[in-house]
């Protein structure tokens, strides 16, 4: 069964460094996702992109974040600069808006911790 | 500002027993989603609502969607030590963005 992968599995970072966390959606999927969870709490949509732009972003997602689609199949998050709140589970998803339930699939997770 | 809430946050079943979750969601909205997620662990999709009256079911597991009231239920039958988890409902706004409700923390005891 097809899925979403992501790496790291779990990042380590001191404060003020650059994290890139990477994911690669389900192959024929169109709409990529990066949702996050910090400890114990709700999942939070972050940020929403589409022939290869972004669709939509809430206001956590700064000028800190940022996504790309470098080359056809990874889907990256970058943020530029982490503060200790940034630690948190990260989620990429996907789906296939044409046909189907438009049922979006999680990848596994990356678990930032920012010391 | 779309809110989603879900009751009880906490639910303690003994095995055998039977139980609701209920979201509430505070506007209109076509899609809404069950998640199940285990400790460090990802969502697992249940469900998909689409539709008002939607009911779907699998295994010990039944949701339904009722659009009008803006309320969707989880109900559980007959529950096993297996269906302890978090539970999530999600709401979706526009094409793949998900509002989640907090969650209800399962917890199926023999």
């Known amino acids: 069964e097809p899925e979403v992968t992501q790496t790291p599995s779990h990042q380590v970072t001191q404060m003020g460094q650059e994290v890139i966390l990477r994911c690669v959606p389900i192959?024929?999927?169109?709409?990529f996702y990066w949702y996050r969870q910090i400890l114990g709490q709700k999942v939070e949509f972050l940020v929403s992109?589409?022939?290869?732009?972004?669709?939509?972003k809430s206001e956590i997602f700064d000028d800190q974040f940022s996504v790309e689609r470098p080359d056809g199949s990874n889907f990256t998050l970058k943020i530029r600069s982490t503060k200790l709140e940034d630690s948190a589970m990260y989620f990429c998803?996907?789906?296939?808006?044409?046909?189907?339930?438009?049922?979006?699939?999680f990848g596994e997770g990356s678990r930032l911790t920012v010391l | 500002e779309l809110k989603v809430e879900q009751n009880p946050l906490f639910l303690s079943m003994q095995e055998g027993k039977n139980y609701t979750i209920y979201c509430n969601y505070s506007?209109?909205?076509?899609?809404l989603y069950w998640y199940r997620q285990d400790p460090g662990k990802s969502l697992e999709s249940l469900f998909v609502?689409?539709?008002?009256?939607a009911v779907k079911q699998e295994g010990r597991l039944m949701a339904s969607l009722d659009t009008k009231a803006r309320l969707s239920t989880l109900h559980i039958t007959a529950a096993v030590h297996d269906l302890s988890a978090t539970y999530f409902c999600?709401?979706?706004?526009?094409?793949?963005?998900?509002?989640f409700g907090k969650g209800t923390k399962l917890s199926v005891k023999p």
């Open positions: 998803a996907s789906h296939n808006a044409r046909g189907g339930t438009g049922e979006l699939f």
């Open positions: 999600a709401v979706d706004m526009v094409r793949g963005n998900l509002i």
């Open positions: 192959s024929n999927h169109l709409y």
């Open positions: 992109f589409y022939n290869n732009e972004i669709s939509e």
């Open positions: 609502l689409l539709s008002n009256g």
């Open positions: 506007t209109t909205s076509d899609r």
